[in-house]
């Protein structure tokens, strides 16, 4: 079946726009995450969804950050006012459910702010 | 403060030269200890989830153990297409995964 997908797969911007990324989730998946991932780092932890519950945002890194959910499925990722150090690949990924499933993860949106 | 960390950061082997990966950890209440593969320009792809010390899992070439501080991943007997970045993470009690930075292997035929 279809795997999560992710668009726009490379975005380049100008300091101080703002950009959205989106994700579709696998169909049936309740729970959906967003990563921001840094060459050489781990992939950080940006915000969690889970069904209908409130979302976890502890790890959005400022209020430029924000996220939705619309009807359980698609979700997007918006970064306001963008820095250079945004710049990132920001993966999105989807499990059956809360935290005790496997993630599987989108190809990722390259995101460079110039 | 919980941590995992991989080593080496990069390792270079001949096709057929069996090695090990490094995950160590350090994670309250750890719920599960995960390895992912990713390839350039690709999410990460699931390869295995541990939850107790002393537990083995196999797929392929690759073998993940796990003890109350660290895992490894093994790999015997690699091919070139096994190259690529080998990510651990371990899970929280708040069921967050905290992830390493990973460790690049190459295969060289």
């Known amino acids: 079946g279809a795997g999560v997908s992710q668009s726009p797969s490379n975005k380049v911007t100008e300091k101080g726009k703002d950009v959205e990324l989106r994700c579709d989730p696998i169909s049936g998946h309740t729970a959906l995450y967003w990563y921001r991932q840094s060459l050489g780092q781990g992939l950080e932890f940006l915000i969690y969804?889970?069904?209908?519950?409130?979302?976890?945002k502890s790890g959005l890194p400022s209020d430029r950050f924000s996220a939705e959910r619309t009807g359980g499925s698609v979700s997007t990722l918006t970064i306001q006012r963008t820095q250079q150090e945004d710049s990132a690949v920001y993966l999105c990924a989807s499990s059956l459910g809360g935290g005790a499933y496997e993630q599987y993860f989108g190809p990722g949106t390259r995101l460079t702010v110039t | 403060e919980d941590q995992v960390t991989q080593s080496p950061e990069a390792l270079r082997l001949q096709e057929g030269e069996s090695s090990s990966l490094n995950c160590s950890y350090t994670v309250s209440g750890l719920r599960g200890l995960f390895w992912y593969r990713q390839d350039p320009g690709k999410g990460p792809e699931f390869l295995f989830t541990?939850?107790?010390?002393?537990e083995e899992k196999e797929k392929e070439r690759l073998k993940a153990t796990l003890t109350k501080k660290e895992s490894f991943l093994h790999i015997t007997a690699p091919k070139p297409e096994d190259s690529a970045t080998y990510l651990c993470?371990?899970?929280?009690?708040?069921?967050?995964?905290?992830w390493g930075a990973g460790t690049k292997l190459i295969i060289k035929p």
């Open positions: 541990l939850y107790s010390a002393g």
């Open positions: 969804f889970q069904g209908n519950s409130a979302p976890d």
């Open positions: 993470a371990g899970r929280d009690s708040n069921y967050q995964l905290i």
